[in-house]
């Protein structure tokens, strides 16, 4: 199993610019998490997905941040215009929602600086 | 909601020493307590949980134990090694039908050969 994959690993862009991150959950995972990670804030849940509808996205700090999984098997992050207090590790997770508890697997995660 | 409280935010063991890591939470409803370790430029990758349903789990050099009264759970590496240096971390969830994971903050685990 591939694991879950995030692109790109890494992203430098300027104040303004938009921000697309990427992410492929594990095959067979229904549900799908975007986390930001800061030094601050720790690790923090953005939005969550179950059967690609998205559940819960009051994490998502402002209208600059959407997410859309079109698919079982992609999901994307934008942020749109990008400001430099979004500088921060940007994780997707996915899990399989059978059973009791729900052990969520982690993408290596994209960091993100804003210039 | 959730809180959790972790501590201490950084530790460092010689090695063959053992490191303990506790944390606290706050709803008493949560009954799923995993706990992730983050290598440097690494996603978070769960290495041990318990449910509530018990207080204590082992698996080789690493054991959890949970004291559902006090709200507390803690993380107990025994002989550390250097590649036991990582940020762990702890967390919580309402389990069965819940998604929500709240996390603390991280332990930075140094052991020093």
């Known amino acids: 199993d591939a694991g879950v994959i995030q692109s790109p690993r890494h992203e430098v862009t300027e104040m303004g610019q938009e921000v697309t991150l990427r992410c492929k959950p594990i095959?067979?995972?229904?549900?799908l998490f975007w986390y930001r990670q800061t030094m601050m804030r720790g690790l923090e849940l953005l939005i969550y997905?179950?059967?690609?509808?998205?559940?819960?996205d009051s994490g998502m700090p402002e209208d600059r941040f959407s997410a859309k999984m079109p698919n079982a098997s992609f999901s994307t992050l934008k942020i749109q215009p990008s400001e430099p207090r979004d500088s921060a590790v940007y994780f997707c997770a996915s899990s399989r929602t059978s059973g009791r508890y729900n052990e969520q697997f982690f993408g290596p995660g994209t960091r993100l600086t804003v210039l | 909601g959730e809180n959790v409280e972790q501590h201490p935010s950084t530790l460092s063991v010689q090695e063959g020493d053992s490191a303990v890591i506790k944390c606290t939470y706050s709803d008493s409803a949560s009954n799923y307590f995993p706990w992730y370790k983050q290598e440097l430029g690494k996603g978070p990758q769960l290495i041990i949980d318990?449910?509530?349903?018990?207080g204590e789990k082992k698996d080789q050099r690493i054991a959890v134990t949970l004291n559902k009264t006090a709200k507390h759970f803690s993380l107990h590496i025994t002989e550390t090694q250097p590649e036991d240096s990582a940020v762990y971390f702890c967390a919580a969830s309402k389990g069965a039908g819940s998604y929500q994971l709240t996390f603390g903050k991280g332990t930075k685990l140094s052991v020093i050969p």
């Open positions: 318990i449910r509530s349903n018990v």
């Open positions: 095959s067979g995972h229904n549900s």
């Open positions: 997905f179950n059967n690609n509808v998205p559940i819960d």
